[in-house]
């Protein structure tokens, strides 16, 4: 109470104070620098400057949620903060320590690995697959179109979803996959495809590539429909082949269209997530842990967040580093 | 590409032939996910393997109406509320961004651009601690609002990125015309361009939706109680739990498909464009 009553008779002394301060402040802009003042106010609306108000409300969401996220996640990750400490209580600094363990830690490595395996094969696959399928839904038959169309649903799909039903083809008992080697009597038995090492992650390579296919089918598809229908003719005229025409024309000219399919597929693949916790968790014994989920584990299933954080800006690192290539390929035919 | 010769009667048919064998092998875990919610257990444990399900069994779906602690249908609808919340704010947002982006070349403006590129190759891995704290502290995390927030930013700079190409197709001429009829510049985008740039605005809906949808990683984080979280994170629960039983989990799949497959059905055209014009032109 005694507070409260102190502050009333205190505020209009603040107010007068205030008052004061905003008169001169407000005679200095106008006698001293008046002109200079308002010229800077007209200039802050100029036409141009309007359009940062359309985008402001988006920046300062994305500042808030993403890069407030970012900052703060380097932060953690040069601390010590675990269960005990992360809401509220004192964060150690111990700069470094995370990142030193990190490259001590087996998993990590292991993991580390993994990423660049695993994204090395998806894209190599998908890549290829996608680029066949593009020229052959390139020829004007009846059906081109629509299947071309359907072919995009499993882009579309939950991940959820997908490696749900992956787990399911590559099940050891009911499993398709078991069932058709074992008709073709490629395998005497069962595999164990999710709960062995090294067929765990050919399981999960193959349903990324199923996800893969059809992104890289429809931007190769639509990079073809830009080149010039006149090149083939005359290539054709020359006596070209097939095979030159191919590597003479269409690679060549599809060079931005390639560059940006693979920059984007290794954004994407790298960094995995959904897929992998889904299908596997990181198991058999760690074996596909991606940097993505091994990140997960430390931060929400073993409660060391400041080395989760660590793990997961090594990623950044990586895919920001990939990126700079992406932005370039991107912003080279900009305008301006 | 329109004057290329079509393909005559007998190539036509050899390619279509083909394209329906790539289309069957390719759509083959979808076309097995959706007969094995409609077998029975007894019948997916059968072996050989049945390829249609010869006793149509729809119990899986019909156990979950009757409650239970995996109700789908109560998880579908916190996946439909959480996406739409994400959907809404991502174009709230991205569409008048957008157009100040393609329109106006105010100072930072290439900075903004830059940053809207980045967030896009930004691994959920990154935000998921700082945002689980922040939404601590904002007294939000275990609700809706959480994954909302969070999945909004999927959405926001893939809209972006997408609708700054439709708004910049547009010329200025039809702008300065609604000037001259008396419009400002808010009340020229507001019934000038959004109309026009409105097949972009879907597009942009379309894929902040789908965004949200798939989403695992902020809904798992974010929401604790089974009865908030969105439905693929039922799904992996579920997995966690009744790891065998496959006829609920694949019913559990084809429901989480359905929307999706809504979408895909009435707004084709869309998706192409979204998948294309995001990737490619940046």
Same mark, same amino acid.
């Given at each position: 109470?005694?507070?409260?009553?102190?502050?009333?008779?205190?505020?209009?002394?603040?107010?007068?104070?205030?008052?004061?301060?905003?008169?001169?402040?407000?005679?200095?802009?106008?006698?001293?620098?008046?002109?200079?003042?308002?010229?800077?106010?007209?200039?802050?609306?100029?036409?141009?400057?309007?359009?940062?108000?359309?985008?402001?409300?988006?920046?300062?969401?994305?500042?808030?949620?993403?890069?407030?996220?970012?900052i703060r996640n380097i932060i953690l990750s040069f601390q010590d903060v675990n269960a005990g400490n992360l809401v509220r209580g004192t964060k150690?600094?111990?700069?470094?320590?995370?990142?030193?363990?990190?490259?001590?830690?087996?998993?990590?490595?292991?993991?580390?690995?993994? !990423?660049?395996?695993?994204?090395?094969?998806? /894209?190599? &696959?998908?890549?290829? =697959? %996608?680029? #066949?399928?593009?020229?052959?839904? $390139?020829?004007?038959?009846?059906?081109?179109?629509?299947?071309?169309?359907?072919?995009?649903?499993?882009?579309?799909?939950?991940? !959820?979803?997908?490696?749900?039903?992956?787990? /399911?083809? &590559?099940?050891?008992? =009911? %499993?398709? #996959?078991?069932?058709?080697?074992? $008709?073709?009597?490629?395998?005497?038995?069962?595999?164990?495809?999710?709960?062995?090492?090294?067929?765990?992650?050919?399981?999960?390579?193959?349903?990324?590539?199923?996800?893969?296919?059809? &992104?890289?089918?429809?931007?190769?598809?639509?990079?073809?429909?830009?080149?010039?229908?006149?090149?083939?003719?005359?290539?054709?005229?020359?006596?070209?082949?097939?095979?030159?025409?191919?590597?003479?024309?269409?690679?060549?000219?599809?060079?931005?269209?390639?560059?940006?399919?693979?920059?984007?597929?290794?954004?994407?693949?790298?960094?995995?997530?959904d897929l992998v916790y889904v299908m596997t968790s990181g198991g058999p014994v760690n074996s596909t842990h991606m940097l993505s989920t091994y990140s997960y584990k430390l931060s929400f299933e073993m409660f060391k967040y400041s080395k989760g954080s660590a793990v997961a800006n090594v990623l950044l690192v990586i895919l920001m580093i990939v990126g700079i290539f992406y932005i370039k390929a991107t912003t080279a035919g900009e305008e301006e | 590409m329109d004057e290329e010769k079509k393909l005559n009667g007998r190539k036509n048919m050899v390619f279509s032939i083909i394209s329906i064998v790539i289309l069957c092998i390719l759509l083959f875990p979808l076309y097995w996910a959706l007969i094995t919610s409609l077998k029975t257990e007894q019948e997916i444990f059968q072996n050989p393997p049945t390829f249609y399900p010869h006793i149509l069994n729809l119990k899986s779906y019909a156990a979950q109406v009757e409650t239970g602690d995996f109700n789908m249908f109560r998880s579908f609808g916190n996946s439909f509320v959480i996406s739409i919340g994400a959907t809404v704010i991502a174009v709230l947002l991205a569409v008048p961004a957008s157009y100040g982006i393609a329109k106006y070349h105010f100072k930072g403006r290439k900075l903004m651009l830059l940053s809207f590129l980045v967030t896009q190759m930004l691994p959920v891995s990154v935000l998921l601690t700082p945002m689980f704290i922040m939404f601590k502290n904002m007294h939000v995390y275990n609700t809706w609002i959480a994954a909302v927030l969070a999945d909004a930013t999927i959405g926001i700079p893939f809209s972006v990125l997408i609708l700054k190409n439709y708004f910049a197709s547009i010329p200025k001429d039809l702008e300065e015309a609604a000037y001259l009829d008396g419009c400002n510049k808010f009340t020229a985008f507001l019934r000038i361009l959004i109309p026009i740039a409105k097949p972009g605005v879907i597009v942009c809906a379309i894929f902040s939706f789908l965004y949200a949808w798939g989403d695992l990683a902020y809904g798992m984080t974010f929401i604790l109680d089974q009865e908030r979280r969105p439905i693929t994170a039922g799904i992996f629960n579920f997995m966690g739990q009744y790891g065998t039983k496959w006829s609920y989990l694949t019913a559990f799949a084809v429901v989480t498909i359905i929307p999706v497959a809504l979408i895909f059905i009435f707004m084709q055209k869309y998706i192409v464009s979204g998948m294309t014009s995001g990737a490619v032109k940046g």
């Open positions: 109470m005694f507070c409260a009553a102190a502050l009333f008779s205190i505020m209009p002394a603040v107010k007068y104070a205030a008052g004061g301060w905003y008169k001169v402040a407000h005679g200095a802009c106008y006698t001293l620098k008046g002109e200079a003042f308002m010229k800077k106010i007209k200039k802050m609306f100029r036409y141009e400057n309007v359009g940062m108000l359309f985008v402001l409300p988006a920046f300062v969401y994305m500042l808030v949620f993403v890069g407030y996220p970012i150690n600094f111990i700069l470094f320590d995370n990142y030193l363990e990190l490259f001590q830690d087996d998993v990590f490595r292991t993991s580390l690995f993994n !990423t660049l395996r695993y994204t090395v094969m998806c /894209l190599v &696959f998908q890549f290829v =697959i %996608g680029f #066949i399928l593009a020229l052959f839904f $390139s020829k004007r038959f009846t059906l081109a179109k629509p299947v071309r169309g359907i072919l995009l649903v499993p882009w579309m799909i939950p991940v !959820t979803v997908t490696a749900l039903m992956f787990k /399911l083809l &590559f099940a050891t008992d =009911i %499993g398709v #996959i078991n069932y058709i080697l074992r $008709s073709l009597h490629l395998t005497g038995k069962n595999i164990e495809w999710l709960t062995t090492p090294g067929t765990a992650m050919f399981a999960l390579v193959c349903a990324n590539i199923w996800i893969g296919i059809p &992104f890289n089918m429809i931007l190769i598809s639509t990079g073809l429909t830009t080149i010039p229908k006149e090149l083939y003719e005359s290539a054709s005229i020359d006596g070209a082949n097939r095979i030159q025409t191919f590597f003479s024309i269409t690679l060549p000219l599809l060079k931005p269209t390639i560059e940006s399919v693979l920059i984007l597929g290794f954004i994407y693949t790298f960094k995995v997530y | -």
